[in-house]
């Protein structure tokens, strides 16, 4: 039997356990999400009463699954563990499956990996994003050296704390930046991103520094560089892309546009950003800002991309940029995003 079938026979014999393990099971994921946390707060996100989760938190702890502090409540690595584990173990049962499979047919790629909670209101669902990517990454790279180009952003910074050495066994990764900066805070600029998942994942990385937005005539002298000419060469023999989607307005902000630019964004309703290029909601292109490195149009002819975005805000920005994304983007997400984009647009 399948671990949904071993579920469903469960459910018919004894369908009390079956609730009681979800439940419990819910509690675990908030408080990875959350922690830590304190119990007023998590019964407010459960929906259920402080007396009620007392009661399952206390037998939790007995477990050894949680601990409690001043600060709050907070899970042990064994109760870690099991959230893992038991993600994968619920995610048929649950739907999720056949949820990821209704937002790729609706977005028109060819998977997309939903995770719990939303990003806007839970901080540690990015954290999720970084341990799913680490376990995509784990089954699509194959042994030896391998390229990978990496976007900046917020995001991805954050996710990028959340690989792990063992990527790096029987396998040299090399992680370099997809564009150059873009005005915005060093932490989260690709350079950056790209120094964190090397050490990371105890690989190497190669900087670029170079603006984003130069001139086409001072780019023309730049890439003769040594230096320059040798990671754009890593960039465009890349096997892997990782990178994020943003909502327009906010890139606008951050890379600095001038007033004649922001003017052109804003008329053109522009409501996504990837690689330098604003779309509007029906996935046309509004602005492309002149930058140095990889372009939506490159992605066709890299064998595999993974977008990462989440949160409720983010789902008209999500739904605008993949009417450009080649179709075989993978997207990692959360239940914010793909629920508000189901639910405004229901499949037919």
Do not use: W
């Not at 409690?68 to 038991?86: E, F, Y």
């Not at 994942?201 to 190669?206: A, I, L």
């Not at 230096?227 to 989607?245: A, G, N, P, Q």
Request: include cysteine.
């Amino acid at each position: 039997m399948t671990n949904n079938e071993d579920l469903e026979l469960l459910d018919l014999v004894a369908p009390d356990f079956i609730k009681t393990l979800e439940k419990r099971f819910k509690i675990l994921q908030s408080i990875s999400l959350m922690e830590p946390v304190g119990r007023r707060v998590l019964a407010d996100d459960l929906k259920i009463t402080e007396r009620g989760l007392r009661t399952e938190t206390d037998l939790l702890k007995k477990q050894g699954l949680l601990v409690s502090s001043k600060s709050g409540m907070s899970l042990t690595r064994t109760g870690s563990d099991a959230v893992d584990r038991l993600t994968d173990v619920l995610a048929d049962y649950q739907g999720t499956a056949l949820l990821e499979k209704q937002l790729s047919k609706k977005l028109g790629i060819s998977r997309c990996i939903i995770l719990p909670g939303n990003a806007d209101k839970q901080y540690r669902v990015i954290d999720s994003f970084g341990r799913r990517l680490n376990q995509l990454l784990g089954s699509i790279l194959p042994s030896g050296q391998s390229m990978i180009s990496v976007t900046g952003g917020s995001t991805l910074a954050q996710v990028a704390r959340n690989l792990s050495p063992d990527l790096s066994k029987n396998r040299q990764l090399v992680f370099v930046p997809a564009r150059g900066g873009v005005g915005e805070s060093v932490t989260i600029q690709a350079n950056s991103v790209c120094a964190e998942m090397a050490l990371k994942t105890q690989g190497q990385y190669r900087a670029m520094y170079l603006p984003e937005d130069i001139s086409e005539k001072s780019f023309e002298s730049l890439q003769k560089e040594t230096s320059i000419k040798s990671v754009l060469e890593l960039i465009y023999r890349s096997s892997v892309v990782i990178h994020s989607i943003g909502t327009a307005s906010i890139m606008a902000d951050r890379r600095n546009l001038s007033e004649q630019e922001q003017n052109v964004v804003d008329s053109g309703k522009a409501v996504s950003e990837a690689f330098g290029d604003f779309f509007d909601q029906s996935g046309k292109l509004v602005y492309k800002v002149p930058r140095i490195g990889l372009h939506v149009r490159d992605l066709d002819k890299i064998e595999h991309v993974i977008a990462i975005a989440g949160g409720q805000s983010k789902a008209k920005a999500i739904q605008s940029y993949m009417k450009n994304a080649p179709h075989h983007t993978v997207l990692i997400t959360d239940e914010g995003a793909s629920k508000l984009i189901l639910r405004d647009n229901p499949l037919k």
